[in-house]
Every structure is written in C-alpha cells, then in structure tokens.
C-alpha cells in the first residue's frame, strides 16, 4: 500500500505495509537511523519523535495514522530554532555518554520547550519520564533544557 508520511517538513510516499511502525518506516526505508529501536513497546523512549509538535513513541505508532500528521526527528531538528538550542545546550553540558537514548531525549526536550518555554523542574521531569537513560545522566538533561530555555529567551 502506498502511504504518504510527512517528516522534517518534507512528503515521502513510501510502498510499505500500513501497520508497520512509524520507527521502521523512518529507519528501513527513509534511511532515518537517529531514531532508535529501544524496548519496541513504547516504554523507553528512545524511539522519540515529535507528531505535530508532540513527544511521541514511533515504535508502536502504525504509519496508516499519520496521514495529514507532521512527523519531526532527530535528523530535523537542527532546522528548527529550539531543536537548534537543545542540541547546543546538550553539548555545553556534555549530557550524553553512551549517546543511545539521547535524540529520543533531545526530541523530547525540544517538544517541552515548545509547549512550555520556562519549564520548572517538575515540568522537565514530568516531560521526560519514560525517557530512559542507562547512564543516568538525568541532572544533565534538566540542566541542559534549563539552558537551553535561557538561551531562547
């Protein structure tokens, strides 16, 4: 079936089975690998992407319902002004380390950011729960989002 997907502002028609995961359209056939495969049942949070400016699990997200629906990755977010301030702030606070978890977490920072500019602690943390990181680098990511709201005021 042929299913036309808008990601990074951009259509893509791809021939693909509609219940196939948004996370697989995006890795096998758009070439998109920043977005990662985690646990495969939307609990982890590496496979983050925003879905009309919303953090969004894309590994059990069917491509059949996202027609008409703007899908933003990793991949697209240094075009975009707060993606732009999230990904420096990441840098200057030397946030990942083993890096896997961390465009899901920068796509879910970038969708806080958006919806709330001046993000408290408890917005961050309620924002990025079920973002997991195996490294722990939590205080970093909260640091790094407060920095980044600084840098966009």
Aim: with cysteine; proline share 3%.
């Amino acid at each position: 079936m042929s299913i036309t997907l808008t990601v990074n502002r951009r259509e893509h028609r791809l021939d693909i089975d509609p219940s196939t995961p948004l996370l697989w359209a995006l890795r096998d056939e758009l070439g998109m690998t920043g977005t990662k495969f985690g646990c495969g049942m939307a609990q982890c949070g590496a496979c983050t992407v925003m879905l009309n400016g919303q953090a969004t699990r894309s590994c059990v997200l069917p491509v059949s319902t996202l027609a008409g629906q703007q899908v933003a990755t990793i991949e697209g977010l240094s075009d975009d002004q707060v993606g732009r301030a999230v990904q420096d702030a990441w840098v200057r606070h030397d946030v990942a380390q083993c890096g896997y978890c961390q465009s899901g977490q920068v796509v879910a920072a970038t969708a806080l950011l958006k919806a709330k500019p001046v993000p408290s602690d408890a917005d961050i943390d309620a924002a990025m729960a079920g973002n997991l990181c195996r490294c722990g680098t939590y205080l970093r990511i909260r640091a790094a989002i407060h920095d980044a709201a600084r840098a966009l005021r």
